[in-house]
C-alpha cells in the first residue's frame, strides 16, 4: 500500500503487457490518473489510454492532457503548468496520484516538463522507469542493439544524411527518432548506403509495421510514432 503520493509512470512503448509489475501496482493503488494526448485539428487523441483501458484501471480518476501538435512551445507550456497546479491541489487534497507517458518515463517524455514544474512547488515525485520504443524494436526485428565495445548514439529529428554520415564516424548503431519531420529529405540518399537498416513504426500496437526493406516506404505515409535502427 502506498502513501499518499505523485509517481510518475512509464507504460512502455505501446504494448500494454510491456509495463512492469511496480508501475502496474501503483496504477491500482492511487486514486487519481492524470494522462497525456494530443489534439490534431481539434479532435484529441491520446496513445496512452488504451493502456489504461486494458488494465481495466476506468474506475479510477482519470483525467487527460492534450497537446497541440506543433512546434510552437507556448499551449504545451500553459498545460503543464496548469496540470502541475491540477497534481498540487489533488496532493494537498489527500489523493494518491499517478502521472503516466508512454515510452519510458526519461525519454523524450513530455512528463519530464510536469516534473520541472513539480519540483519548483516542491512536491514529493517518485519515478517508474519503462521499456523504451527502439529496445522493443530491436526485440520485433530480433537484432542486438550493441554487442561488446560497440557506441549508440540516440538522435531526433535528422534533417539531412550528411548528419547520419557523420555519426557513423564515430557510432556503430544510431537510433533515429521522430523520423517524420525530415523523411522526405534523406530517404532516397538512406536507400543508396551500405547500411542495414531496421524500420519501426507504433510498436507494441495493432498497428505495428517494421520493415528492413526501405522501398516498401517509398509511397508510406510516416507517422509520429516511428523511429530507425542504422548499423554498419
Not at 16 to 34: C, G, N
Not at 105 to 128: C, R
Not at 177 to 191: C, D, P, T, V, Y
Request: hydrophobic fraction near 40%; proline fraction near 4%.
Amino acid at each position: 500500500m502506498i502513501l499518499n503520493s505523485i509517481y510518475g509512470i512509464a507504460l512502455g512503448p505501446g504494448d500494454p503487457e510491456l509495463l512492469t509489475l511496480k508501475a502496474l501496482r501503483i496504477l491500482k493503488e492511487v486514486d487519481l490518473i492524470f494522462y497525456p494526448g494530443s489534439i490534431t485539428e481539434g479532435i484529441k487523441k491520446s496513445f496512452v489510454f488504451p493502456i489504461l483501458q486494458y488494465h481495466k484501471l476506468e474506475n479510477k480518476e482519470l483525467r487527460g492532457f492534450f497537446l497541440k501538435m506543433s512546434n510552437d512551445r507556448k499551449q504545451a507550456s500553459e498545460i503543464y503548468d496548469s496540470t502541475a497546479k491540477e497534481i498540487q491541489e489533488a496532493y494537498h487534497s489527500g489523493k494518491k496520484i499517478a502521472i503516466v507517458c508512454e515510452g519510458d518515463i526519461s525519454l523524450y517524455a513530455s512528463f519530464s516538463y510536469i516534473l520541472a514544474e513539480l519540483q519548483n512547488l516542491q512536491l514529493p515525485v517518485s519515478l517508474v522507469p519503462g521499456i523504451n520504443s527502439f529496445s522493443l524494436g530491436a526485440a520485433q526485428h530480433k537484432i542486438p542493439l550493441s554487442l561488446l565495445n560497440d557506441k549508440i548514439v540516440v538522435i531526433p529529428r535528422v534533417k539531412h544524411i550528411t548528419e547520419i554520415t557523420t555519426y557513423f564516424l564515430e557510432f556503430d548503431t544510431v537510433i533515429l527518432m521522430k523520423i517524420r519531420s525530415g523523411w522526405s529529405n534523406f530517404q532516397s540518399e538512406l536507400a543508396k548506403k551500405d547500411w542495414k537498416c531496421y524500420y519501426c513504426e507504433r510498436l507494441g500496437t495493432k498497428q505495428e509495421y517494421i520493415t528492413t526493406d526501405l522501398t516498401t516506404l517509398t509511397h508510406r505515409e510516416i507517422p509520429y510514432f516511428s523511429l530507425l535502427i542504422i548499423k554498419k
